[in-house]
């Protein structure tokens, strides 16, 4: 079975930044591609980036120029770098994975909150 586990989320000053972390556990197909999303309270969850084990990289047209996600696979990890954080980027911050989609499996959710 698949396992994702997100870390380094927190609270950051507008303007900051943080760097958040997705340990994965599975095989080399259910980690094929990875990446993230985020779900703000009232909100629907909305794609960010992913990540495929050979690098290609998606972004959503919102976060391009501020988030960047890569992976180690070495450590079957997988990260979001997000820099010039606003308030509007608060939310819960998933993980997730699978063959094509990065959605058959999801991580916990590590909480981002960005402070005005």
């Known amino acids: 079975q698949v396992q994702l586990v997100e870390s380094g989320g927190g609270s950051v000053q507008a303007g900051g930044s943080l760097r958040l972390s997705c340990a994965a556990s599975g095989n080399f197909f259910s980690i094929n591609v990875m990446g993230w999303y985020r779900q703000a309270p009232g909100k629907q969850r909305e794609f960010l980036a992913s990540?495929?084990?050979?690098?290609?990289?998606n972004y959503a047209d919102f976060v391009k120029g501020r988030f960047t996600i890569s992976r180690d696979n070495a450590k079957n990890t997988a990260y979001l770098q997000m820099n010039n954080l606003n308030p509007e980027d608060t939310a819960v911050y998933y993980c997730?994975?699978?063959?094509?989609?990065?959605?058959?499996?999801w991580g916990q959710g590590t909480q981002v909150t960005v402070l005005s």
């Open positions: 997730a994975a699978g063959l094509v989609r990065p959605a058959a499996s």
């Open positions: 990540i495929t084990s050979a690098g290609s990289t």
